[in-house]
């Protein structure tokens, strides 16, 4: 379970339930066994405290600053206990045999893969199946096992299938909030996200980052002369070439209008030429009313440039502003990062 993107608060739910779940069962069966004036529980104590004690600690357990494999130890734990109770309170165990049916269905709800559930469910059964294996168990409970096993598999895939049905529900909100819905790049959400994000690893790496802004040509013009479904298509046509054209690693963004811009971490000056000569040349295959796209482009580096979020995009966006007021003939207009009176351009 990849600790990246996850939701810390569920984490912490999670392991909370967890955790109330082996503090309450102990009480809970032995609550039932005098109940139902069964035999003594006093082998049972040292199996119920030791329950006990591991779901206090559960609790107190800060698990969303632990490593994404210590949560899997939850369920083996619980298996050897339920094993343990299992063993001890022969040959009346059938109480203690059902508490099995509450660890299956929670692994499916905790985890969120289900190739993670399947080997957790493996061994949950391979514990509820040792009476019967080992013939140590008594009719009664052999029973139990063999009737609480389908159920407990049955009432897992259940929560398994509603678990990934949630997850991807959930995913997919994640990405519409996420995109601009007529390009399907990113939007200004995402843009001011992975910033944030890139600033403080490139804080911690000393290396550099890069925020480029462009502002598509004539735009205005497509959209008056040939309506704005053709402007749509402009724009989606531009959106797909500057995906294309950036590296993996970099993250292309629709701010508004005839805006993009693009996200280009650990990039020194000649990678910045590159990128920006690809861009130039993947929007020059958009046919914008017959006639190539071409954008005035600006960028500024952090930390050169500016040391945060808002002034590296107003740094780059005052480059992009004086470049686009440059010569009306020159369909590559670009202005570089360092001071905007510079009137430095490239192509």
């Known amino acids: 379970m990849d600790r990246a993107g996850y939701d810390v608060e569920r984490l912490r739910f999670v392991a909370l339930a967890a955790g109330l ?27 119920g405290f030791t329950t006990s004690f591991v779901g206090a600690m559960v609790i107190l357990v800060p698990w969303h600053r632990l490593p994404a494999w210590a949560f899997h130890t939850l369920p083996p734990i619980a298996c050897v206990l339920g094993t343990w109770g299992v063993a001890v309170a022969e040959p009346d165990a059938t109480v203690v045999v059902w508490t099995f049916v509450l660890i299956g269905p929670f692994i499916a709800f905790a985890l969120d893969r289900p190739v993670e559930v399947l080997p957790h469910l493996l061994f949950l059964s391979a514990c509820m199946l040792l009476p019967v294996i080992t013939g140590a168990g008594s009719p009664e409970t052999q029973g139990s096992v063999l009737i609480g096993l389908p159920t407990i598999w049955a009432l897992t895939a259940v929560v398994a299938v509603l678990r990934t049905g949630e997850l991807r529900q959930a995913q997919l909100l994640r990405d519409q909030v996420r995109s601009d819905p007529l ?120 930390p050169q440039d500016a040391v945060c979020a808002s002034a590296l995009m107003a740094a780059a966006d005052a480059h992009q502003i004086d470049a686009k007021r440059g010569d009306d003939g020159d369909p590559y207009r670009t202005r570089t990062g360092g001071p905007v009176s510079v009137p430095t351009r490239t192509r």
Not at 23 to 39: C, D, I, K, R
Not at 266 to 277: C, M, N, T
């Open 183 to 302: 390009t399907g790049v990113g939007n200004r959400r995402l843009l001011d996200e992975r910033l944030d994000y890139e600033i403080v690893r490139h804080h911690r790496s000393g290396r550099r980052l890069a925020f480029i802004t462009l502002d598509l040509n004539r735009f205005k013009q497509v959209n008056d002369e040939l309506g704005h479904l053709t402007g749509d298509d402009v724009l989606c046509g531009a959106a797909r070439a500057l995906t294309g054209a950036v590296r993996e690693s970099d993250t292309v963004a629709r701010q508004g209008g005839d805006e993009f811009c693009v996200l280009a971490p650990e990039v020194d000056e000649d990678g910045i030429d590159r990128l920006i000569g690809s861009l130039h040349d993947a929007l020059a295959t958009v046919d914008a009313g017959g006639r190539p796209l071409t954008a005035a482009v600006g960028w500024a580096f952090y």
């Open 21 to 47: 779940g082996l503090f309450l069962t102990p009480l809970l069966v032995l609550g039932a066994l005098v109940a139902s004036g069964g035999p003594s529980v006093g082998p049972l104590l040292p199996v």
